[in-house]
């Protein structure tokens, strides 16, 4: 099956900093999703960006789906921002839309 | 337009009983996915059903797990005869046409 690698794993902010987080896809992808995970485990929804790029408030991202990999950004990062970051794609060849989602970064802001 | 919601919000047993769990999707929704997930890994696939037929299962549903959703409305999860490698979150989400889903609180099970 698809292999989705996210990285890096753990990543520490100072508040205010910048981060960029990455998904890598084995084999093709679509309806490509990013979701933030918060403490009580609820996924919230960040982005559905099967390709190209989106932006709202300080996150955005980019999919580039001919090269099977997504970025997430961050800006201007919050104590708020903390938390498990999980991206997902279906792979239609093999199933009716379940999404495949990798490991996640866990994602803490010291204030 | 509420979200999707999940019933329980936590759930402990002891190894041997049986449990059920219900999701609520967002209304409209036709298509509706449970999923596990475990500590420090992303959430796994289990069950997906549209309207009321269980279109697919993963191999982790094992035969004492059982989905059904008899109304194309709500659906539940039942496991039975539960064990102490099913304690994990259950996450149900849902979706219409476009393909962007949609997930529930989930439900946490704890079995001792």
């Known amino acids: 099956g698809i292999q989705v690698e996210q990285s890096p794993p753990d990543l520490i902010l100072q508040e205010g900093a910048n981060s960029t987080l990455r998904c890598n896809f084995s084999d093709s992808v679509n309806n490509l999703q990013w979701f933030h995970q918060n403490p009580w485990g609820q996924l919230i929804n960040l982005f559905y960006i099967p390709s190209g790029t989106k932006q709202n408030g300080r996150l955005s991202a980019t999919t580039v789906a001919t090269e099977r990999y997504s970025l997430l950004y961050i800006s201007s990062s919050q104590t708020t921002d903390s938390g498990v970051y999980f991206c997902?794609?279906?792979?239609?060849?093999?199933?009716?839309?379940?999404?495949?989602f990798g490991k996640g970064t866990k994602l803490s802001v010291k204030p | 337009d509420t979200g999707v919601s999940q019933d329980p919000r936590h759930k402990i047993t002891k190894r041997g009983q049986n449990v059920t769990f219900r999701c609520d999707p967002i209304?409209?929704?036709?298509?509706l996915y449970w999923y596990r997930q475990t500590l420090g890994q992303g959430p796994e696939f289990l069950t997906y059903?549209?309207?009321?037929?269980?279109?697919?299962k993963s191999r982790l549903l094992s035969d004492r797990f059982s989905a059904e959703r008899p109304k194309g409305s709500f659906s539940t999860l039942e496991i039975q005869r539960t064990e102490q490698g099913d304690s994990a979150m259950y996450l149900c989400?849902?979706?219409?046409?476009?393909?962007?889903?949609?997930f529930g609180p989930g439900t946490r099970l704890t079995v001792l």
């Open positions: 209304s409209e929704h036709n298509r």
């Open positions: 997902a794609g279906v792979n239609y060849g093999g199933s009716q839309g379940n999404l495949i």
């Open positions: 059903f549209q309207n009321e037929a269980q279109l697919e």
């Open positions: 989400a849902s979706r219409t046409g476009p393909p962007e889903q949609f």
